[in-house]
């Protein structure tokens, strides 16, 4: 069994930054995949970006490209989600989750889920 907690939300102001971390325990870290999705109210959940299991390739939604960065350390199984130059339409729940596939952006390969973690950025 795998289990991924989240942490490292809150609340900020436009323009600030945040780093969101995601520990994986249980088997897999070293060969998944891993990504961050988002969903905010009202809305479908959607990808954010995704790291391969060596931590080298990356994939980035159009919309976080140069203002959020993933990495992935094997070491301490955990998963980073960089975020600078937030937006107020970055409010959202964000979730890590991990994926048997090399690298991918579909909700549906993705097996195990954290429960997310709040972010909120005011205007």
């Known amino acids: 069994q795998v289990q991924l907690v989240e942490s490292g939300g809150g609340l900020v102001q436009a323009g600030a930054s945040l780093r969101l971390s995601c520990a994986v325990f249980?088997?897999?870290?070293?060969?998944?995949?891993m990504g961050w999705f988002r969903q905010a109210p009202g809305k479908e959940r959607e990808f954010v970006t995704a790291?391969?299991?060596?931590?080298?390739?990356?994939l980035y939604a159009d919309f976080v490209k140069g203002r959020f960065t993933i990495s992935k350390d094997n070491t301490r199984k955990t998963v980073f989600l960089q975020m600078n130059s937030l937006k107020p339409e970055d409010t959202a729940v964000y979730l890590c989750?991990?994926?048997?596939?090399?690298?991918?952006?579909?909700?549906?390969?993705?097996?195990?889920w954290g429960q997310g973690t709040q972010v909120t950025v005011s205007p």
């Open positions: 249980g088997r897999g870290f070293g060969t998944d995949s």
């Open positions: 790291v391969d299991s060596t931590g080298i390739r990356t």
């Open positions: 989750a991990s994926s048997w596939e090399t690298l991918t952006s579909r909700t549906e390969a993705y097996n195990y």
